[in-house]
């Protein structure tokens, strides 16, 4: 292979230009259309229903099949033996998948999220003590948007080996407010008083029902915690003013990220 390489190296100039002017004309050619393919493969998906992952995963898929032909095609201009190139290519995956053992492992892992979809883009989970919205599922690594708006680049490896907490389901999706009260008032009258502000909230779900935790008793105030799950159009801060305006004793606030 390295000889007949050369051999093409040393050929006239102008047989050398004219391959290398068409290689490059087929890369660039392979570029454009493997986008335009994906693009087309992604929109069909989406419209005949398999949803946000899957279409991710054919586009991706076509993309990459443009691009090995192209380079097969670029590999044909220059006169390459297919014999020679395979072998040479067996002994470099070989090389290469031993000493990228963890980049392969993240993409075997993207390649399941994508097919299997435990979680779709836009839907808010946790995982690894990371709580965000999935911006997007690439082949290596997922990326999360977090409460606080900070961008979370985590390696698929890590989603697929961790417990995922899915906080979204049925267009809903799970929201916590803290509450401090005063203890003047009663774990009754507390409880009343929630019950009555998030039963006014439109888009709050009432299957799963809102749970209202008691976190602690003692001294001056006392500590609740309540989980609802919201649609996922509202406004999570009208459910902060319900409560505050139906506890004005009390300090309600979004609990800090663990």
Known sequence: MLGITWHNLTEEPGVYLTRSGGA???????????????????NTALRSGLGPNPSLLIARTVRFATWVLGCLWILAIFSVPFTALAAVVGVATLAISLSLQDLLKNLIAGIYLLAERPFHIGDRITVSGVTGVIEDIQMRVTYLRSDHGERVVMPNQTVFTQVIVNNTVAGAVTRSVSIQAPTSLTPDEVRQRVGQAVQGVPGVATSPQPVLEAVSMGGETSTWLLTLWLGLEQDYTVVLLALGKALPEATVQIPPAT
Not at 31 to 42: C, D, M, P, S, T
């Open 24 to 42: 490059l004309i087929v890369l660039l050619a392979t570029l454009v259309i493997g986008h335009f393919l994906a693009a087309r493969a992604h």
